[in-house]
């Protein structure tokens, strides 16, 4: 007859997925493994204009690539390639609105290869052309000159929880409302 307490002594094997995201937890919580995360980001946030792929990133971390991409979406809440999108995007709104520089030039200055891609790109996440965005950006700047340039910029972050081709789709199919532009706002 077994013991009372036999059941105590067995290992219980937990399934491979929930044992994968607890080993997934602990890692996040690895303070080598953020500072290696940060490292990447930063070095992101330097260069933005420059190309990053995850190869590249995860050299700079240290780790393997798959690692570091599911690391990365985990700490930071977006994959590295859309990350790279968003400060792309601020970038290109913040030259459109303090400089006088071409779209062209913005262009090629924040990373983008090809007009085109910049232009629908663009478009894509903030709802305006950058010709648009320039227009009604030097039109809040009378609004604005009180507010610090930190909250600006986090108030203007393009929203990127999407990917953008599915953003498209969505859009394409009607089951995504466009952005809003400030006329059509309540």
Not at 16 to 37: I, K, Q, Y
Not at 75 to 80: I, S, Y
Not at 143 to 160: F, G, I, N, S, T
């Amino acid at each position: 007859m077994p013991s009372r307490n036999a059941h105590l002594s067995r290992p219980t094997v937990s399934p491979p997925r929930a044992r994968n995201a607890a080993v997934d937890a602990g890692a996040l919580e690895d303070p080598a493994l953020l500072r290696r995360l940060l490292r990447a980001k930063d070095r992101m946030d330097a260069a933005s204009h420059e190309a990053w792929p995850v190869k590249r990133l995860a050299e700079v971390s240290g780790v393997s690539e798959a690692h570091f991409a599911r690391s990365f979406k985990r700490a930071f809440g977006l994959p590295p390639h859309r990350y790279l999108l968003t400060r792309r995007i601020e970038q290109a709104t913040t030259l459109l609105r303090d400089t006088d520089l071409g779209i062209t030039d913005i262009a090629f200055a924040t990373g983008w290869e090809s007009l085109g891609t910049f232009g629908r790109t663009f478009h894509d996440i903030t709802g305006k052309s950058p010709s648009a965005m320039r227009i009604d950006a030097r039109a809040a700047m009378h609004e604005l000159d009180r507010v610090p340039a930190c909250v600006l910029k986090a108030a203007q972050r393009p929203d990127l929880t999407i990917a953008v081709l599915e953003k498209r789709r969505r859009v394409a199919d009607d089951t995504l409302p466009p952005t809003l532009n400030k006329e059509d706002m309540p």
